[in-house]
């Protein structure tokens, strides 16, 4: 039991000799261009000053820093406490976010390496970073308990809208082909084998945070009688449901801010885990094709994640000066 500690307990960590700041712990509004959009979060434009304008878009939180653990919390009532709540809700969205830049730069890599702007090796080895720094995202906003997902955030995504899907993520429809398996048809050489083992692997972390925390295996659209059919058809409105949820808005707008808003979050994810952990990595059932390797796959990605948030933010500063 990790238990409620004072709020004006510090919540810095000390990384690689430096220390880095407390954080809050409050979800905070993400800007993004749409997928894909010409113009917008892939122009250079140097009349921009990333903080600045982002600053008047998103306003800093004003939350209390309260320290808070990453395993269930239980009241003498058996309700998850307060601190819980508060660490799950926001490694649940910020982890998503996160995953959603990561998308928006799979897909232009994947059209920049085709375009051949980009060399088909490097770009290869900068997938293979943000696909194997996805699996960690997944981990990361998957952390909390079972007992937490179930009473805390699967009832608010069912409130948001009874058949709520992951599938009506805008991000991830231009990549959807990759992360299913399917390579570029520019991609060769040892390198696309490594994008093929990181793209496996984030499909055998998705299995195994929906078996530790979905163990009957229904999401919230196979399991809903209320859908009306009207309302998960239509793109835009599933779309637009998708990214209220998660405190996305679109907006054109230059790479320089998205990186910003990328490098903001990966410091808090940093300060967070460096604290506190990602919990239990224990191997769960995946089901008929159960993989030990995977397991131990899952530990390295633990084990790797402050190394591999350098390599992806590199790689991305290296993007700016592309396009």
């Given at each position: ?8 307990a ?9 220390r ?9 509004p993400?800007?993004?261009p ?5 113009g917008?979060a ?25 320290a ?10 058996g309700?998850?406490?307060e ?6 809700w926001?490694?649940?969205i910020?982890g ?14 994947a059209?920049l390496?085709g ?5 088909p ?5 900068g997938?293979?970073d ?7 995202m997944?981990l990361y ?6 007992m937490?997902y179930?009473?805390?955030i ?6 948001c ?10 991000d991830?429809?231009p990549?959807?082909d990759l992360l ?12 696309s084998g490594e994008l ?11 299995r ?11 999401s ?5 009688a209320?859908?009306s059919?009207a309302?998960?058809?239509?793109r835009?409105l ?8 998660f ?7 230059p790479f ?35 993989d030990?390797?995977?397991?131990r796959e ?6 790797e994640?402050?190394a591999?948030?350098?390599r992806?933010t590199s790689f991305?500063?290296g ?5």
């Open positions: 039991m990790i238990r409620d500690v004072p709020k004006t510090d919540t810095s960590a000390c990384i690689d000799g430096r880095t700041k407390a954080i809050s712990y409050a979800a905070v993400l800007v993004l749409m997928p894909g959009e010409e917008g892939w122009a250079k434009d140097t009349s921009i000053d990333g903080s600045s304008s982002l600053h008047e878009i998103i306003p800093e939180p004003r939350m209390p820093v309260t808070v653990g990453n395993r269930a919390v239980e009241d003498e009532t309700c998850v406490g601190s819980e709540k508060r660490v799950a926001f490694r649940w910020t998503h976010q996160v995953s959603f830049i990561l998308w928006q730069v799979l897909a232009r890599v059209t390496a375009e051949r702007i980009l060399v090796g490097g770009a290869l080895r997938m293979v943000c696909a194997r720094a996805y699996c960690g997944l906003a998957g952390s909390c308990s079972q937490t179930a009473t805390q699967r009832p608010r995504m069912a409130l809208h009874p058949g709520f899907s992951g599938s009506w993520a805008r991830f429809a990549v959807r299913r398996g399917r390579m570029p048809p520019w991609a060769d050489g040892p390198e093929r083992r990181a793209v496996k692997l984030s499909q055998l972390t998705h195994w945070i929906a078996a530790k925390l979905v163990p009957n295996g229904q919230l659209l196979q399991q809903s209320l859908v059919p309302t998960v058809t239509d835009r599933t779309s637009a449901i998708y990214d209220d949820f405190m996305v808005s679109r907006s054109p707008l320089c801010d998205v990186l910003a808003q990328l490098e903001s979050r990966l410091d808090d994810i940093t300060c967070d885990v460096a604290v506190y952990g990602f919990g239990s990595l224990e191997p769960c059932d995946f089901g008929e094709e159960s030990h390797v995977g397991a899952l530990l390295n990605l633990r084990d994640f402050f591999s948030r350098l992806v991305a500063r993007l700016v000066e592309v396009t």
